[in-house]
C-alpha cells in the first residue's frame, strides 16, 4: 500500500491583482497567484521545473508600495499586497527590455506567447542600432545537437538544467561578464571533450532555439523543416525501466526531435542521452 | 609551481582521488566526492585561484583543473567564476601587468596625457612588451593622487604606485623586486590616525585601542546595540540604511551568523576606506569583533578589493598580531566570547561591492548579485543571517561605544548622525579625505581642500553612481536629508571637482563605459542597458542623428535601468548620465 504523505492545507492570503481581490496559498509566487486567476504575465527565462534565475525582467509587475518593479516569477506574495501586473508603467519597461534582447540577439525563433507579448508592446528593436548585436559562429561539434549562441538571451535555464536543477553535470556555465558574457565549457573546449553526457536536457529547455538538435538545425539549413506537418507521438522509453515520457516529433514518418512533457511527473521534461537522442534504431532500415 | 601554489590554499592531496600523484592508504577505503563535500570547500575556490594567478601570473587549463579536482568543484563552474574577475587572467600574461586608472578623477587630473605618452612609448593598452605589459583600470582608488597604477607582479608582491609616472611605469615592468611608493594621503582630519604605527598592536593601545572592545565585553550585547540604535548611524557605503535596524535585525536571529566588513571599495572618486584600513588596521578589526559580539557571530570576514595590497599586507599581519594577543580567537580579550577573522581579497569586480554579490563571491561562486528578498540579515552569507558594514559605518562604533550613542547622535544633523568623511579629488588644491561633522556644504568641504583649480565646471557628489551638481548648488549641506530633498544620493561621500579645462564629454562618456564595463551580466536591463547607454552618449558628441530621438533613448533608458534591474549597480547606472543632461552639461541642442 502507499500512503501519501497527509500536508497540512496551506492559509489563504487575500491580495488585490489588477483591482480584483483573491485569496491565494501562502508561499505562492506573484506569478502562480496571477495563474489562478488567469492573469497573463509574460515570462522568458522562467520555466516551471527550474529554479527562477531573476535574469530577464521580463515579468515585472508593479507592487503597491515598492520603489522598483518586482520579477512576479520569484517574488513571493505578503498579505494585503496590491498587484498591477499591466500598469503604464510595466508595460514601458517590458517593451524596453525586449528590445533591449532583440537588438542584442536573434530572437527568430522564440515561442508565439513571447512573438504575441512583442507585438503586444510595440517592439521596436531597430531603434537602438545594432552596434551591440555579436556574430559567433554556431558550433557544431556532433551529431546531437548545437549551439548557436547568437540566439542566447543569457537566460541561465541550460545551466540549471546542466546543473543543480536537474542533471548535477556542470559541463557549462557562464564566462566572462556583462554583454560579452556567455555559456561555456572551462575555456570553451568543445562539448565531447567537457563533462558533457548528452541528456539534451539543456536543449529541452532552451526557449530561444540558441540551443537545438543538429537533425533540426539541418532541416532550417535545407528548408525542410515544417513544424505544421509534424506530429506528435507520446510513448514511454523503452530503454530502461524508469518509465519517463517521450514526446516523438514526427515528420515524414520521421523522428525529427525527441522531448518530455514538463508536467510528468517522473521526468519533469528531462531525459538522459538514450531518451533524448537514442531514437535511430526506430527508423533503422534493418529493423 | 602551479601545484604548489593550489596546494598552499587548499592543503595538499590525500588521495589519488583529490589529485596526488601516489596512491595513499586511505584510497582502498574511503568515497570521496559528493555534493556535500563539493559544497564545503568551495568557498576556497577564489582563493586558489589568487595563488595560482599570483605565482604565476595567470591560470592555464592544467591549473584550473587541478583547482576543480581539489576543491572540488566542475571545471566550468571554476572557469565561470575565474573568467568573472579582472584580475584573474585565463589566458596567458606576461609576469607583470600595470593597471592605470583612467578613471575619471585622474582624468580631472590629466591622466589622459600621460597616457598618450605611455601608449607612445610600450604600445597600446594591452600589448606586452617583454616581460610586461600595462593596461587602463577603472578607478583604483589613489583619487587623491590624481595618477595610480596597480601592478600585479607574478612570484612576488603585487604594488601600488600613486602618483605615478611614465617612468615609473617602465621602471615596474623591468626590475627585479617592484615595490611599493605611494606618497602619504593628507590628513584625515579631526583624528589622530597618522599616530599610530600600522604594524604594532602596542602603539594602537597606546592611543586608546581596544579599550571600546572592553567596554564592550563589560556592557553586554543588548547595551550595545541600543547604543548603535541610539547613535543614528547610517551606513556609510552608499545606501545609508539605519545601522541600529540591520544589527537588531542579525542580533534577533538564532543559529550560525556571519559579520562582514565590506572593503570591496571600488567606486570611482573613493578612496576613504582605503585610507582608513592604511592608517589604522587594528580599528578596524577591534570595531568588527565588536560587531561580533553584539549580533552573535563568531566568525567575521573582511573583503577587500584586490587593488589595496598595502592595506591587504596591514590588515593581514595586524590580524596575525590581534590573534597572537588573544584578541581574537576561542577567548576573545579573556571575554568569553569565540570570534576570528578571515581576509578575503576582491579580484577586480566592482559589482562584488553590492553586498549580495559579495556572498556569492565569498562563497565561491559568480560574484553576482540576488534578487532581495529575503535580505542578508534574513539569510545572507551561506544562507546564514548576515550583518554587513562598510569600512567608514564600523569606524563608527568605537567610539559609539565608548562615549554612548547618544553623543554620537549630538554630532551631525536632524537624519544625518556623526562625522563624515568626503573624498575631495579632481581639480582643488588639496585633494585628501576630510572628516567634518554632517551638515558641511560642499563649498566648506572646497575650501577646507584648498579650493578650486581654476573654474568650477561641475561637481561629481557620491560617485559614478551618484550626480552632477554645479555652482549653484554649493551651499547644498551634503547630508542624507538635503541631498535626498535634492535629489541627488550622497553615495560614498565623493566630492569630484572638475575645472572648466575638463572636457565634460569625456567624463560622462567615461562613467557609462565604467558601468558598461563592470555589470556583470546577470538581468536584461543593465547587461544590454549599460552598452546602450554608452553607445548612445558616443552618437550624441558624435553628432550627426538627431538630439532629442537620442535624450529619449537614454531616458527610456534610465528608467528600464531604474525600475527593472536587479541590484544597486543597474539601478544607479544612469544617474550621473541624467544629471549631466539635466544641468546642461551634455545634450544641449548644438
Redesign the interface.
Known sequence: MIESPVEMPASLIDITIDGRSVAVSEGATILEACATIDVEVPTLCYLETLT???????C?VEVEGSR??V?AC??EITPGMEISTESA?VQ??RK??YE??A??VDMSLVDEPTKQAMARYNVDPD???T??RQHRDVKIEDDLYIRDYDKC??CYRCVAAC?PDAQ??????????????TI????DIALPD??CVYCGNCVGVCPTGALMFTSEFRMREAGTWNETEQHVTTTICSFCGIGCNLELHVQDNRIVKVTSPLDHSVTSGHLCIKGRFGYSYVQSEDA | MERDAIDRVLGPPDSLWSGAVERSAVDDHVAYGGFRSSQERRHLLLPALHAVQSDVGWVSHGALNYISERVPVSPAEAFGVATFYDLIATEERPARVAHICDDIACKAAGIDDVLADLTERLGESGTTIGSGMWRRSPCLGQCEKGSAAFVQVAGGDDVSVAPVSVDQVIEILSVDEPTSHVTPTSPVIGTSLLNIDTASLESFQNEGGYTALSRALALGPDRILDDITASGLRGRGGAAFPAGIKWNAVANETGTKYVICNADESEPGTFKDRVLMESNPFGLIEALTIAGYAVGASTGYIYIRGEYPIAHSRLSSALDSARQAGFLGADVAQGGFAFDIELRKGAGAYICGEETALFNSIEGFRGEPRQKPPFPTQAGLFGRPTLVNNVESLMNVPAIVLNGGEAFAAIGTEESKGPKLFCLSGNVGRPGVYEVPFGATTRDLIDLAGGIDGDLGAILIGGAAGAFITENDLDLPLTFEDTRAHNIGLGSGVVLVFNTDTNMDDIVARIAEFFAEESCGLCVPCRAGTVRQKETLIRLRTGGTDTATELNLLSDLDHVLREASICGLGQAASAAVQSAISIGLIGEPA
Open positions: 527562477p534565475f531573476n535574469s530577464c525582467r521580463v515585472v522598483n518593479l520579477p520569484s517574488r508603467r514601458g519597461i524596453t527590455v533591449l534582447l537588438s542584442t531603434r537602438w542600432g552596434w551591440a538571451i543569457m546543473g548535477n553535470t556542470f559541463a557549462i556555465d557562464v564566462a566572462g561578464r556583462g554583454l560579452s558574457s561555456a565549457t572551462e575555456f567537457s563533462a
